[in-house]
T-cell receptor, first 111, second 113 residues
């Protein structure tokens, strides 16, 4: 089983739609969680951290479910500019820590 | 504010040639530094990370090496490139303590022919 798993997609949604991505992780000791966005042929950029209580940043909402070991990202009112690959990231304590990136979920938002 | 630079942006090299990619970080000190490779359509593969000058940890055995000659400089090298070395090479940094999110440079797209 992979340490971090994401549905690769692609997700094809119309503008204005709500779309949700899930990401599962295998190590119950995982401590910190993030969502990154990667545009085609560009570097990944931090979208948001994921807090235990859940957090929201504008149209984006991140949730953490420790019992089921998954995190989610909800995008409301999708824009064309949201088209990208979304990477789930998990940090595992190892003395220091080890960062695991998911392979990403591709999103296409169409007019 | 902190910035991270990588160069060159693109590179086309023949098989068997050497490689040197450079990454520098500005506006911070004692960062953790990372080299990743992303093959076309694939996820990120951690190659090396460094917690300080001269301290390099390798994640995947291969014909690449890394060095950190200065606090904010991280270099990825190869003596002889293979076709399989083609990919998108990304440098990232994170503060040493208290923060675990990584910030990426713009990357170097390497094609080995």
């Amino acid at each position: 089983r992979k340490e971090v798993e994401q549905d690769p997609g692609p997700f094809n949604v119309p503008e204005g739609a709500t779309v949700a991505f899930n990401c599962t992780y295998s190590n119950s000791a995982s401590q910190s969680f993030f969502w990154y966005r990667q545009d085609c042929r560009k570097e990944p950029k931090l979208l948001m951290s994921v807090y235990s209580s859940g957090n929201e940043d504008g149209r984006f909402t991140a949730q953490l479910n420790r019992a089921s070991q998954y995190i989610s990202l909800l995008i409301r009112d999708s824009k064309l500019s949201d088209s990208a690959t979304y990477l789930c990231v998990v940090n595992i304590p190892t003395g220091g820590f080890k960062t695991i990136f998911g392979a990403g979920t591709r999103l296409f938002v169409k007019a | 504010s902190q910035t991270i630079h990588q160069w060159p942006a693109t590179l086309v090299q023949p098989v068997g040639s050497p490689l040197s990619l450079e990454c520098t970080v500005e506006g911070t000190s004692n960062p953790n530094l990372y080299w990743y490779r992303q093959a076309a359509g694939r996820g990120l593969q951690l190659l090396f990370y460094s917690v300080g000058i001269g301290q390099i940890s390798s994640e995947v055995p291969q014909n690449l090496s890394a060095s950190r000659p200065q606090d904010r400089q991280f270099i990825l090298s190869s003596k002889k490139l293979l076709l399989s070395d083609s990919g998108f090479y990304l440098c990232a940094w994170t503060p040493r303590k208290g923060h675990y999110e990584q910030y990426f440079g713009p990357g170097t797209r390497l094609t080995v022919t």
